[in-house]
């Protein structure tokens, strides 16, 4: 299964316009309230279809019923935090009351919203993580348009061959969130537009994650960071290796065997 996306200036959402895309002649508060208002439900929609309730398995297993219950209340809470400070933001007085409040506050629901969209990737804060085709996809858009510059151009695609054992399916996400937001960061940085390829094939006795980006790349041995500090730390856990490859871009590759 591949993906591809280009995430660009244009992913953001535009200011208020009625259907035919031209300006209201409504109030210009009147108008701002209604276009935050929408843009508020949409968020709020948004965090309701991601967070998904945790069928309780009969009494035989009381252990995973409790680890259940656990994340079920921990993604009902996440869920009410995030709608909670996406009401704040459009209750805000005055806030939407110009375009350039209108901006601020349609940055900060989007952000949060790219954040919710991480979290449950990485963890299913607010729902149940999905296949990993799924979550990679997933996490690859929101990472790269939570990190990139505003003007920047950055394509990802992600490619899914084999299936990966469940028991690596944590670090393998998890290294992703970190090559990824390296890659954008140091990779693209100062750059107007790149790619970042994600692939990842397992088969008998191996899983392979690469992430190649076409950025600066690096000479010797890459600057030492939290980001690549965790993503070896992931690989270590399972008895597996990170290599980095810094001569055209930079290439780096995750094995973990099964």
Known sequence: MSYVA????ATRRPLAADAGGHASHEPAAKTHQASADRIHHASLDR???ASTDVTLQGPEDDDATGQEIDLRQLRHHTKNTLQRILGLIADAPGLC???????????LEY????????????FG????PGSMAERLRQLAGAVVDMMRDADQIIRVGVSVRGCCPAKLRDAVVRTTHELIGNAVKHGMKGRSSGRIAVRLVSNGDCTTLTVIDNGWGFVGTPRP???LALARGFAARHGGSLVMDGDDGTVATLELPH
């Open 6 to 9: 280009t995430v660009s200036p």
């Open 111 to 122: 952000r949060i919203c790219l954040s919710a969209t991480i979290s449950n990737a990485l």
């Open 97 to 107: 009351d110009t375009p350039q409040g209108e901006k601020i506050a349609q940055e």
């Open 225 to 227: 960071g939290e980001g």
């Open 125 to 128: 804060l607010t729902g149940a």
């Open 47 to 49: 965090i309701d279809r």
